[in-house]
């Protein structure tokens, strides 16, 4: 049974209270018995028992759960530096999409890469994540829009879940109508709706149904069906919503009880209201926004009527090809005006409800899953405030070691 000493803050970031209430504990120790946490507080309350036991030192740094990535499109193949030049010098996202490259073009190399290929590229994005402090992570499918793709996709996810460390959660994405259906969208709709997401659900390849409702995507109508469907298949909602206009997507989240709704760039006062109504997670993904030169998610606005709001990277080739969740967080704070505390809270505990796991994972209290991170900073406002990329962060997940550097 470990004990971890000499931590010079230990973020707890249990749910209770508002966003920016992470329930620290200055020189605190926290204990574990295999992957689950045994006692987190203050060193000199350390019951007796747990004196005995293997001790590590943290060093006087700062401790938090593990990060958790609740909103990232993990497995593609290729890149989209190009489009990213192309918005740089003045064309829309919408009009590079239009001319055959966005989704699409993903869409296209996915299809055609190996399986192999593409966990190989995913397995090593979830060890640079790692190395970020992240334990548990969301991932969608989306870049196949065909059958056999989507499964491939899904796949993967699920072998990847049964050999890694880091816990995985996977949703079915209906991204975009792919482009040989486009003549029959209501056929395609269709076929989502009887054939692909009841299989999807039968086969337990997905926890979550999301759906990209947006101009070039889906419409509100088309994003009800599907995801009513994946509800009755067992599948929980979540939405792209609001992500480059005011569609609707926060309210269509709200009426389904949704568990989250993402993006949200342009969130109406009445799509707040609706998501504080429902209780329905806000997830803001600032790189993205700043990648597509978006006002970001009014978090200021949500957090104040009292809306849980999430952080996530979004990784994906076109919005989001950095997988950076700190750097994530860090955004939040400079574009959106969010403290160091309530990014943090919206990186764990907050996080883990929009994914279904906030039982298990996103906070450090006993019962909870052994998953933190040891971050060279003295608390986390020092740790967001001198943001350093190569700053050292030490990643446990289940009670054991996921990054290389050892503890004394
Ligand atoms: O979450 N908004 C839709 N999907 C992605 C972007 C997908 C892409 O450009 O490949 C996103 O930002
Ligand atoms: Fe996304």
């Known amino acids: 049974m470990p004990v971890l000493l000499n931590i010079g803050q230990l973020a707890t970031c249990r749910a209770d209270g508002g966003q920016r209430e992470i329930h620290t504990v200055d020189a605190a ?139 995985l959660l996977t949703t079915f994405l209906a991204h975009a109508v792919p482009p040989e259906h486009r003549a029959h969208r209501a056929g395609y709709v269709d076929w989502l709706c009887r054939d692909l997401i009841p299989r999807i659900a039968r086969e337990h390849l997905a926890s979550f149904c999301d759906v990209f409702v947006e101009d070039g995507a889906f419409s509100i109508e088309e994003g009800k069906a599907i995801l009513e469907t994946g509800q009755r298949s067992g599948l929980r909602a979540k939405v792209h919503a609001d992500q480059l206009s005011d569609s609707g997507g926060a309210s269509l989240a709200a009426r389904l009880g949704a568990v989250s709704a993402d993006h949200l760039e342009h969130i109406s006062p009445q799509g707040i209201a609706h998501l504080r109504q429902s209780g329905t997670v806000a997830v803001s993904l600032p790189i993205a926004s700043a990648v597509l030169g978006q006002p970001p998610m009014p978090a200021r606005s949500l957090i104040d009527a009292g809306v849980p709001v999430g952080v996530a990277t979004d990784y994906n080739p076109g919005s989001a090809p950095s997988h950076d969740l700190p750097l994530a967080l860090w955004l939040a704070c400079t574009l959106q005006r969010m403290t160091p505390a309530e990014a943090l809270k919206g990186a764990t505990v907050v996080a883990a409800r929009a994914c279904g796991v906030e039982v298990e994972v996103g906070s450090l209290e006993a019962g909870k899953a052994a998953d933190f991170a040891l971050v060279d900073a003295s608390d986390v406002l020092d740790w967001l405030y001198r943001f350093r990329p190569d700053g050292r962060i030490d990643t446990w997940a289940g009670g054991t070691q996921l990054t290389v550097t050892t503890l004394r």
């Open 29 to 167: 120790a926290l204990a574990w018995d295999g992957g689950t946490i045994t006692w987190a507080g203050p060193a000199p309350a350390l019951p007796a028992h747990l004196h005995e036991q293997e001790t590590l030192d943290a060093g006087g740094r700062l401790v938090i759960p593990g990060l958790v990535d609740c909103h990232t499109h993990l497995a593609f193949a290729g890149w989209r530096a190009d489009e990213f030049e192309r918005r740089l010098r003045g064309e829309s996202y919408l009009e590079i999409a239009r001319a055959g490259g966005g989704i699409e073009r993903t869409v296209r190399e996915t299809r055609a890469a190996s399986a192999e290929a593409l966990r190989e590229r995913a397995t090593a994005t979830l060890d640079a994540m790692a190395c970020r402090g992240v334990t548990t992570v969301e991932c969608k499918s989306g870049y196949g829009l065909d059958g056999e793709t989507e499964i491939k996709l899904l796949e993967i996810y699920r072998t990847i879940a049964n050999t890694h460390r880091q816990r």
